[in-house]
């Protein structure tokens, strides 16, 4: 199966500040990879698919202007929290789709921590 | 996707077998069962998934009823890393790709 990184493990911002998060496929090229959010003591909530290439597909309730999705190339998809707010700390973490079947198996990176003060 | 409804917490021995149930009851004919799990802090992992027969592979077994209503994933010889929240999800195979739905899962914890 695909390896899955994302860069940062963890940050910590200050209010007002952007943030970047990279999410790696490291030996797999993906045309589609996933953005999921995770609250404490919550289930994960898919956020956008990033399409390379293309615009990224935002869930219903995402801010499109807030949570930037660039995916330039095969193996890499880049998620920037604008103007973090404290309501926007949580565990980021990116998925790449297998290209055979098994289809809706995915390929989790290992998350991002964001805090923000 | 179907609804997929399940215990929210289990508790197991280590070296016993962990059976976590799952119930689809509306669950359609071209749809897969899926089982994912998370370990706390980090991605999930793909476990297994199954149409309508009965799947074994290197982590877990899965095993769906015949009406397909409900499924249950067997940890055959549970250790206390498969301390994790397990994810029962339905959905159909769709060769783009498709978004996951996750719902909240069954915190399953393994004592020694």
């Known amino acids: 199966g695909a390896v899955v990184s994302q860069h940062p493990s963890w940050v910590i911002c200050k209010s007002g500040t952007s943030v970047k998060i990279e999410c790696r496929s490291l030996?797999?090229?993906?045309?589609?990879m996933f953005w999921y959010r995770q609250f404490p003591k919550q289930s994960l909530m898919l956020m956008a698919t990033?399409?390379?290439?293309?615009?990224?597909?935002?869930e219903q309730g995402v801010e499109k202007d807030k949570f930037l999705i660039n995916h330039a190339s095969l193996t890499l998809s880049t998620l920037t929290v604008t103007s973090a707010h404290p309501e926007d700390s949580s565990f980021y973490i990116c998925?790449?789709?297998?290209?055979?079947?098994?289809?809706?198996?995915?390929?989790f990176g290992p998350g991002t921590r964001l805090t923000v003060l | 996707d179907a609804k997929t409804t399940q215990p929210t917490s289990m508790d197991c021995a280590e070296g016993r077998a962990a059976n976590l149930p799952c119930n689809h009851s509306?669950?359609?004919?071209?749809?897969?069962v899926y089982w994912y799990r998370q370990i706390h802090s980090q991605g999930p992992q793909y476990i297994i998934h199954?149409?309508?027969n009965n799947e074994t592979n290197e982590m877990a077994s899965l095993i769906i009823t015949e009406d397909r209503k409900s499924s249950t994933l067997i940890l055959p010889h549970a250790t206390l890393r498969d301390t994790a929240v397990y994810y029962c999800i339905v959905r159909v195979e769709e060769t783009s790709g498709s978004r996951l739905t996750f719902g909240e899962g069954t915190q399953l914890t393994v004592n020694p």
């Open positions: 509306t669950i359609s004919g071209n749809e897969y």
């Open positions: 199954g149409l309508k």
């Open positions: 990033s399409n390379e290439g293309s615009k990224a597909t935002y």
């Open positions: 030996d797999f090229q993906a045309t589609t």
């Open positions: 998925s790449v789709p297998n290209r055979t079947p098994p289809y809706n198996e995915q390929f």
